[in-house]
């Protein structure tokens, strides 16, 4: 599985922009970016997910490189309620295969 | 709002009692997964079901765990005997074989086993 590298921990200030970075050097052609995010004591929920061009959905936006090897998740206005561990997944585009989790950036959004 | 639900929330139990713990997928989805999660492991995929049948339970202990789909609206995971290195979170997620490709998760499963 290509393997995605996300800094450990990040913060933010309540009300103002997010952008957590992820690096995929190794992705392959095929590969679509996923990112899920776990809320404290809730499992894992989708978030985005994009191959080439920037995404944009109610939650969150996708900045995908030109080259595909990283990529930023970007939310717009953080809130107290966008504290939780986000992660960046690979996945192959061959129906819905299993996740594979890393340990995902944790998300402190401050008052 | 449709959701995956799981039975029961918490569960401890001791050493050597079995577990059996259920999910029941969004009515329509034909993809079903068992993942767990501990502090020191992160989470990690059990098992996954396509159309009620088993495609992958390489990540499950042979010996002591099993899963399966009775029907459609039920999988289950069942630990016999539980030991306390299985003190974790089971999730269950069900989703669609095609597009889209999101997995819906549920709340999850808190076992102790002492």
């Known amino acids: 599985d290509a393997k995605t590298t996300q800094p450990n921990s990040m913060e933010s200030n309540e009300e103002e922009p997010v952008h957590l970075p992820c690096n995929h050097s190794t992705i392959s052609g095929t590969d679509y970016i996923h990112w899920y995010r776990q809320l404290p004591s809730q499992g894992p929920e989708y978030v985005i997910h994009g191959l080439t061009s920037n995404v944009n959905n109610r939650m969150a936006s996708l900045a995908i490189a030109e080259d595909r090897k990283s990529s930023t998740l970007i939310l717009h206005r953080a809130t107290l309620r966008d504290a939780a561990v986000y992660y960046c997944i690979l996945r192959p585009n061959s129906g819905n295969t299993p996740l594979v989790f890393g340990k995902g950036t944790r998300l402190s959004v401050i008052a | ?114």
């Open chain 2, 1 to 114: 709002d449709a959701r995956v639900t799981q039975t029961p929330r918490h569960k401890v139990t001791e050493m050597g009692q079995e577990v059996t713990m259920r999910c029941q997928p969004i009515l329509g989805h034909n993809t079903v997964f068992w993942y767990r999660q501990t502090m020191m492991q992160g989470l990690e995929l059990l098992a996954y079901f396509r159309n009620r049948a088993p495609l992958d339970d390489s990540g499950m202990p042979k010996d002591r765990f099993s899963a399966e789909m009775p029907d459609a609206t039920l999988a289950t995971l069942k630990i016999q005997p539980s030991e306390p290195r299985d003190s974790a979170v089971y999730f269950c997620a069900s989703g669609l074989s095609g597009s889209p490709l999101e997995q819906y998760f549920g709340p999850g499963t808190r076992l102790t086993v002492t």
